[in-house]
């Protein structure tokens, strides 16, 4: 518990709220105000969005009991500003903390029928122990990265492309 406690109060520290630290952001970000770990914002006819889909609110074990309760809000925040935003962009990208599993499969169900009905392309990103990018759908890709260090990832993603929007590469870090 002490672990999951110091992780969250890092996340809080470090990027819940980062995008403030901009002197004048090109853009503008919104957050849930009961999860302030759910994000969203666009930039480049894109609409990026964050969810949180493992580990309970706040990392509480408490809140584990509720946790098919806290998996429907981030899928209510991905419907909601998907709706909202829905003249702004062209591509959404996802971000999330969890690959698709037994205790977060509601998510991932509704995520794909909201997919399916917006007929957007859309790219769920997730931190895995590898590199790939795979095709769900004619709208839907996942994609994991390697996490814990470099070399970076870099996505692209281009709407003249309608087969395969999304193409990735590792970023070269000159010295």
Do not use: C
């Amino acid at each position: 518990m002490e672990g999951r406690q110091e992780a969250m109060l890092n996340f809080r520290s470090t990027f819940s709220n980062s995008d403030a630290s901009k002197p004048h952001p090109s853009y503008e970000v919104h957050r849930n105000l009961q999860q302030p770990e759910l994000f969203s914002f666009v930039q480049r006819k894109t609409l990026f969005l964050g969810v949180h889909i493992v580990g309970g609110n706040d990392f509480d074990d408490s809140a584990e009991e509720n946790w098919e309760d806290h998996i429907q809000n981030s899928l209510n925040w991905v419907q909601n500003e998907t709706t909202h935003q829905h003249q702004n962009y062209e591509i959404v990208v996802i971000f999330g903390n969890s690959r698709q599993k037994d205790e977060n499969r509601s998510f991932f169900t509704g995520l794909r029928e909201l997919i399916e009905e917006l007929e957007v392309p859309t790219l769920y990103v997730f931190d895995g122990a590898q590199s790939s990018l795979q095709q769900r759908n004619d709208f839907y890709w996942t994609m994991e990265i390697r996490g814990g260090g470099f070399p970076f990832t870099i996505v692209s993603a281009d709407t003249d492309r309608i087969r395969r929007p999304f193409r990735w590469t590792f970023a070269t870090v000159l010295s």
